[in-house]
């Protein structure tokens, strides 16, 4: 006889494995086009790229090659001009700019280069600010940020504002701002931008470690290959271009 507690194993042992052959996102001819006549300019020019669940894909190319673009794109935050964008099987050019702001919020982290957070805010307050939007309980929200916080390392930090933190603190504080709604992707626009080359190390640790851990699906833009080689695969834009799509050294070792 099959218990509860079997048959819930085997549904989430089955769900992993649509998981795995099922992209997280796809995009599919994805073109994006400012501009007209010869003032045109092709930021995307006809790419396809999946991603699946439980990846850590790096991003690179130079300023303008298409990589920030791409990302907006998949954030919901810029529709391009022509192409299919699906999320999780989701036709997401069919949705209305509502429905996007909800797929937005219900299933994607973001992780800025700056860091956004709010100044004279609290770490606390700056996580919880999420689930504020969303309507969560003031005892929910308070518990799901202290628990974000620890996960990053920053208990007992959660009444320091930004000024009273190092820069690799307040990256810390965005990354669990963005891990407290719980989102399925993460996307990180150069993480380690601001930060030096020792700050920037654990914060590329603390996402292999979310990565591993969670199962957390990660886009991460950045224009360091040291740091893009703590991904488990490497996409290389050129003027529009996907030229370039490879694991990263310590998936081929």
Known sequence: MVSDADQVSEREAAIRAVNAITPWFELKQISKIYGHGESEVRALDRIDLSIYAGEFVSVMGTSGSGKSTCMNIVGCLD??????????????????????????????????????LLARTSALENVELPLVYRRVAKSE?????????????????EGHTP???????????????????????????????NLDSARSEEIMQLLVRLNM?????????????????????????????????????????
């Open 79 to 116: 529709v391009p001009t022509s192409g299919t964008y699906l999320f999780h099987g989701v036709d997401v050019g069919k949705l209305d700019r509502d429905q996007q702001a909800l797929l937005r919020r219900h299933y994607i982290g973001f992780v800025f280069q700056g860091f956004n």
């Open 141 to 157: 929200r308070r518990e799901r940020a202290m628990r974000a916080l620890a996960e990053v390392g920053l208990a007992g930090r």
């Open 163 to 193: 000024a009273e933190l190092s820069g690799g603190q307040q990256q810390r504080v965005a990354i669990a701002r963005a891990l407290v709604t719980e989102p399925s992707l993460l996307l990180a626009d150069e993480p380690t931008g």
């Open 213 to 253: 851990e969670r199962s957390l699906t990660i886009a991460m833009v950045t224009h360091e290959p040291d740091m893009a080689e703590f991904g488990t695969r490497i996409v290389t834009f050129r003027d529009g271009h996907i030229i370039d799509d490879q694991p990263t050294k310590r998936m081929i070792a």
